[in-house]
C-alpha cells in the first residue's frame, strides 16, 4: 500500500474553478444522487485547472461538495492519478508490471535515468520531464508501454522512446508524428 | 471455427459512429426487445448461460434476478470498465471499437432489472478509450437511443460515464461502489451483496464491459444459439488478452473448449523469437501459472481450467518464454499487490508487503534456504481472511510459481549461508535496511 507521497502544496492564493469548468461542474451535479459522489469528478477538473491539486483547490471542492476538507484530502492522498505537486511538462507513466517486464521496460528505464538524468519520481531541473513507473496500464498487447501527454506511447523501445523524448525536448509535437518509421 | 461475437466489429474504422453501428446491424433487436416482459429478458440471459467475463464468471441472468423487484429505492447498473487486472486489455477494445454494442448491451441490462441509471466507472488513464466511449454516448443521446422514452418504449435510462483516478481495487466491485460514491475505494464486507444494497445504499448490478457487450448478439440471436457455443458449462465465446513472449500479442475471441496453447499459437503465432515455452499464466496475474505441458494439455474452459488448478479469470493469458525468470516476475507480481492493496485488511496490507520482501530478497541474492518454505507458509494465512480476494490473488500466484519453479527460487540463494550465521534464526530474516 503505497499510493505515492503527497506533500500537499499551497499556492497561497485563492482557486475558484474557470467559467468553463464551473459549467461542467454544474451539469456534474444532477447526474449524481450525492454531493459526496461529484468528489472524483470535481477533483480531476480541478487538477485539469492547474496541473495538479493545492491545499486551496481541494479546501474548494470540498466547500461546493459540502463535505468535510478531510474526507477529499482522503480521497486524494488515496488514488495515484492526484497529484498534489507539479509534474513535469511532459510526465511519463511507464508501466512497470509482468508483460512490460517481460518485454523490456527496465531498459527503458534505465536509459530515462541516462538520458534525462531522474529517476522514478523525479522531475528535471527545468521541469519539461518528469518520471513515474506505474503498475498496469492494460495495455499489455503494446508492452511495453507508457502514458505521456494525456495519451499512450506503445511497442516502446529504447530507441523509439528516446526519439520521443528529443521531440519534446525540441518543442515539437510528438503526437503528430510516426515513431514507428 | 465460430464466428467471433464481441469483436465481429472491431476491424471497422467506423464503427464507434452510430451510423455504422446501425448498418452492421447495431440496435435492430431493441425495439422487439422493448416488447417482451424484462423477467423474459432475464430468462434469456440466464438460458443462454453467459458469465461475467470481469473475472469471477458468475452466472449474469442469475445475478439479475438477485435484485428485488418491489423496492421503493431507485436502482442502479455499475459497468466495470476498471481493467486492472495484469494481462487484461480487452474492454478498452470495446470502448474503443465497439461502443454502441456496450451501450446497446446496457440498455438490455437495465430494461430487463428495471434500472433508469447507469453509471459507467472506466479507469482513469483510460483517456483515448473514455472519450471515444463518451462521444458514443453523446451521439446515442442525441439520436434517441438513451434519454426519456427510448425509441418511444416508454423506457427511460441514463447513462454517466465516470472516470477513475488510479487504484486496481475499484475494480473489485465494492470497491468500485465505495468510489464511485466518492470515497476511497476499499471494498465492503459482503453481505450485504450490491444486489441487495449497492451504490447510495441501493440494490445495484455491477457488470463487466465484455459481458454487456454479449448481450446484443444474445438477444439478436437468441439463448439457445449463444448456448449451442463452447462446452456444457462455458457457453458462448471470450476475448483472451494474450501478451509476454509471444510473436503477435494482441486480443483475441475464443470459443470456450478449445485446446490452450493450441489457441494460443494459432492466434499470436506462438512463442518470439523461436524460442522455447515456460510457462503460461492463464486468467491474469493472479491465477496460478502453469506449466508448459500443463498449457498444452489443458482446455480453455472455466472448468477444465480450475481442474488444472488455475482459473479462467478475466482471460488474460500471459506466455513465459525459456528466457523468463520466474523469480522476478514473481517479485513484479507481488510488488503489483503490494503497491494495490488499499491497506483496510492486515493480512492483505502486511502479506503483500513482506511477500514482496523476500521475493525481492531472493531476487538480489540475498536469500536464505528457509525464505522459499517460509513465503509457502504465508500464503494460507492471506487467504480467505480479508473483505475482498486482493490478499488471495498474491498468495495464488505466489505459492503456485514456488511450488512449480522451485529450482528456480533454489537457484539464487546463497547455500554457503546456513541459517545460524544469521541475526534472526527461524524468523523473518530482516536485511539491514530491510524495515
Redesign the interface.
Given at each position: 500500500?503505497?499510493?505515492g507521497s503527497h506533500a500537499i502544496a499551497s499556492t497561497g492564493k485563492p482557486f475558484a474553478f474557470s467559467p468553463e469548468n464551473e459549467k461542467r461542474f454544474q451539469e456534474l451535479l444532477p447526474?449524481?444522487?450525492?454531493r459526496?459522489?461529484?468528489?472524483?469528478?470535481a477533483?480531476?477538473l480541478a487538477q485539469e485547472q492547474e496541473g495538479h491539486l493545492t491545499v486551496e483547490s481541494m479546501e474548494y471542492v470540498a466547500e461546493r461538495?459540502e463535505?468535510p476538507a478531510v474526507?477529499v484530502f482522503?480521497?486524494v492522498e488515496?488514488?495515484?492519478?492526484?497529484k498534489t505537486e507539479a509534474v513535469g511538462k511532459h510526465h511519463l507513466?511507464v508501466c512497470?508490471?509482468?508483460?512490460c517486464?517481460?518485454?523490456g521496460c527496465d531498459d527503458l528505464q534505465t536509459m530515462i535515468e541516462r538520458k534525462l538524468g531522474i529517476g522514478a519520481g523525479e522531475k528535471t531541473a527545468d521541469g519539461k520531464f518528469s518520471v513515474e513507473m506505474v503498475?498496469?496500464?492494460?495495455?499489455?498487447?503494446?508492452?511495453p508501454v507508457m502514458?505521456m501527454d494525456?495519451?499512450?506511447w506503445e511497442n516502446l523501445t529504447v530507441d523509439k522512446l528516446e526519439r520521443i523524448i528529443d521531440a519534446c525536448r525540441e518543442g515539437r509535437d510528438p503526437a503528430s508524428e510516426d515513431f514507428d518509421r | 471455427m465460430t464466428p467471433p461475437i464481441i469483436s465481429m466489429r472491431f476491424d471497422n474504422p467506423d464503427n464507434h459512429r452510430l451510423a455504422a453501428y446501425v448498418a452492421s446491424g447495431g440496435y435492430r433487436t431493441l425495439p422487439k426487445m422493448f416488447g417482451m416482459k424484462p423477467d423474459d429478458v432475464i430468462d434469456e440471459v440466464k438460458r443462454s448461460g453467459l458469465r461475467g467475463r470481469g473475472g469471477a464468471g458468475f452466472p449474469t441472468g442469475m445475478k439479475w434476478s438477485f435484485v428485488p423487484k418491489s423496492t421503493d429505492k431507485p436502482k442502479y447498473l455499475c459497468v466495470n470498465a476498471d481493467e486492472g487486472e495484469p494481462g487484461t486489455f480487452k474492454d478498452q477494445l470495446i470502448l474503443k471499437h465497439d461502443p454502441h454494442a456496450l451501450i446497446e448491451g446496457i440498455i438490455t441490462c437495465c430494461y430487463a432489472v428495471g434500472i433508469h441509471t447507469a453509471y459507467v466507472y472506466v479507469r482513469g488513464e483510460y483517456d483515448f478509450p473514455i472519450a471515444r466511449f463518451s462521444a458514443a454516448v453523446a451521439e446515442a443521446y442525441a439520436n434517441g437511443w438513451l434519454g426519456k422514452n427510448i425509441q418511444g418504449s416508454g423506457f427511460d435510462l441514463d447513462v454517466v460515464v465516470h472516470r477513475g483516478a488510479g487504484a486496481y481495487i475499484c475494480g473489485e466491485e465494492t470497491g468500485l461502489i465505495e468510489s464511485l460514491e466518492g470515497k476511497k475505494g476499499q471494498p465492503r464486507p459482503k453481505p450485504p451483496f450490491p444486489a441487495v444494497v449497492g451504490v447510495f445504499g441501493c440494490p445495484t448490478v455491477v457488470n463487466n464491459v465484455e459481458t454487456l457487450a454479449a448481450l446484443p448478439w444474445i438477444m439478436e440471436h437468441g439463448a439457445s444459439a449463444y448456448a449451442a457455443i463452447g462446452t456444457e458449462k462455458s457457453k458462448g465465446t471470450m476475448l483472451f488478452s494474450i501478451s509476454g513472449m509471444v510473436e503477435r500479442p494482441g486480443v483475441y475471441e475464443s470459443e470456450f473448449g478449445v485446446n490452450l496453447w493450441d489457441f494460443i499459437e494459432t492466434s499470436t503465432g506462438g512463442v518470439k523469437d523461436g524460442k522455447q515455452l515456460k510457462a503460461v499464466i492463464p486468467g491474469g496475474s493472479s491465477s496460478a501459472i502453469l506449466t508448459a505441458d500443463e498449457a498444452r494439455a489443458v482446455k480453455l474452459d472455466y472448468e477444465s481450467i480450475a481442474a488444472a488448478g488455475s482459473m479462467v479469470g478475466s482471460g488474460a493469458i500471459m506466455v513465459l518464454d525459456e528466457d523468463t525468470c520466474v523469480v522476478k516476475a514473481l517479485e513484479v507480481v507481488l510488488r503489483f499487490y503490494a503497491h494495490e492493496s488499499c491497506g483496510q485488511c492486515p493480512p492483505c496490507r502486511e502479506g503483500t508487503y513482506w511477500m514482496h520482501e523476500i521475493v525481492s530478497r531472493i531476487r538480489r541474492g540475498k536469500g536464505h534456504v528457509e525464505d522459499i518454505d517460509l513465503l509457502l507458509s504465508i500464503c494460507p494465512d492471506m487467504m480467505g481472511r480479508t473483505v475482498c480476494v486482493l490478499a488471495d490473488s498474491a498468495a495464488i500466484p505466489a505459492a503456485s510459481y514456488i511450488r512449480k519453479f522451485r529450482h528456480e527460487f533454489e537457484a539464487y540463494i546463497d547455500k554457503a549461508n546456513p541459517p545460524e550465521r544469521r541475526l534472526h534464526p527461524g524468523g523473518v530474516n530482516l536485511e539491514a535496511g530491510a524495515m
Open positions: 500500500m503505497s499510493h447526474k449524481y444522487p450525492t459526496r459522489a461529484v468528489v472524483l469528478p477533483l480531476w461538495l463535505q474526507t482522503a480521497v488515496f488514488y495515484t492519478m492526484f507513466q512497470r508490471t509482468l508483460t517486464t517481460m518485454r503498475e498496469c496500464l492494460g495495455a499489455c498487447g503494446a508492452a502514458r494525456n495519451r499512450y | -
